[in-house]
């Protein structure tokens, strides 16, 4: 069983507001990953770490940020939600080149 | 960098019946490849993955996946489906080389019909 977690599952919240989605880890991992998903579509990397104090932007764009000064916790910021941010968002982890990653259980977040 | 392309984006099938989820890959390097299962509302659990050795592997809950190099392939196979196998299917590749990034397929919806 993997040893990821996030929170908050599920987080419905009016626009304008600033949120953050936590993710954390106790298996040590130094890759850790953001990803957006649309109900029943693709995974979109939006950010993603190598380690501790670095970060780098994924595939799609995002208005989001993330912080990475601790190994095992990766938050992800929206400073003001708009409804098109509406999503799943699923953070992920691993050693590196040959291991799996590792999924949390997602956070689906609303924005009304 | 590499990309990852599944064939299919809906596959449905009667229980009972065999089914093969198509992926294929494409890079510069060796990638090392995963065949991951997305139920309802819920994160992805690995199935099962190929490093290196037999391009045959076995996963969880029946499935098998052969890795073709001369294809480029990474099918994925269980010769008699259940109902609860009705989720969602993603492959996914990293390249064995530096500090890649995983890359996903667009997934395979894999619909059991009783």
């Known amino acids: 069983e993997a040893d990821i977690y996030q929170t908050p599952r599920y987080l419905v919240i009016g626009t304008g507001k600033k949120i953050t989605l936590e993710c954390s880890q106790t298996?040590?991992?130094?890759?850790m990953y953001w990803y957006q998903q649309d109900p029943g579509m693709e995974l979109h990397l939006i950010h993603y770490?190598?380690?501790?104090?670095s970060t780098e932007k994924g595939d799609l764009s995002s208005e989001s940020t993330v912080s990475r000064i601790r190994t095992e916790h990766f938050p992800l910021t929206l400073e003001s939600a708009r409804p098109s941010h509406t999503s799943q968002y699923l953070c992920?982890?691993?050693w590196g080149p040959g291991s799996e990653a590792f999924f949390g259980q997602g956070t689906r977040l609303t924005v009304v | 960098a590499q990309s990852v392309t599944q064939l299919d984006s809906q596959v449905p099938v009667f229980e009972e019946a065999p089914v093969e989820l198509r992926c294929n890959y494409s890079?510069?390097?060796?990638?090392?490849l995963f065949w991951y299962v997305q139920y309802p509302n819920q994160g992805l659990q690995l199935l099962l993955k190929?490093?290196?050795?037999?391009?045959l592997v076995k996963g969880i809950n029946g499935f098998e996946a052969e890795f073709n190099k001369s294809q480029t392939s990474f099918h994925l196979r269980k010769p008699s489906v259940h109902i609860s196998d009705t989720a969602e299917y993603f492959c996914?590749?990293?390249?064995?080389?530096?500090?890649?990034?995983?890359?996903f397929g667009t997934g395979t919806r894999l619909t059991i019909i009783p």
């Open positions: 992920a982890s691993s």
């Open positions: 298996m040590g991992h130094d890759k």
């Open positions: 770490s190598y380690g501790v104090n």
């Open positions: 890079s510069s390097v060796s990638v090392y």
């Open positions: 190929y490093l290196s050795g037999s391009t």
């Open positions: 996914a590749a990293i390249s064995n080389f530096g500090n890649e990034k995983l890359t």
